[in-house]
Nanobody, 124 residues
């Protein structure tokens, strides 16, 4: 069974940066695409960023394009999300997910495994 554990969330002021980490265990995820999603209070979970199984391609939501960067270490089963120039509207619980579909996907339904999330709060 795959276990994904997010860390690195917290409270920051607008304009600052945070780096989220997702540590995977249980099996190697080198053949899995990985993604980050987020869910704000009262809203549906939404796509943030994703990366292909080999790290060769990345996609981002329009709202974070140019501010966030997704990366991974396949050998160590680790995924990161570097978040720069944070805005209050980035406040949400951020989730790490793994997809058996090797290509990076925006579709929640393509993801097989999920972490429990880490809270990010951006104050104005």
């Amino acid at each position: 069974q795959v276990r994904l554990v997010e860390s690195g969330g917290g409270l920051v002021q607008a304009g600052n940066a945070l780096r989220l980490t997702c540590a995977a265990s249980g099996r190697t995820l080198s053949d899995y695409a990985m993604g980050w999603f987020r869910q704000a209070p009262g809203k549906e979970r939404e796509f943030v960023a994703a990366i292909t199984h080999n790290g060769g391609s990345r996609i981002y939501s329009d709202s974070v394009q140019g501010r966030f960067g997704i990366s991974r270490d396949r050998a160590n089963n680790t995924l990161w999300l570097q978040m720069n120039s944070l805005k209050p509207e980035d406040t949400a619980v951020y989730y790490c997910a793994a997809s058996g579909v090797m290509v990076a996907s925006r579709d929640i339904g393509d993801y097989d495994y999920w972490g429990k999330g880490t809270q990010v709060t951006v104050s104005s």
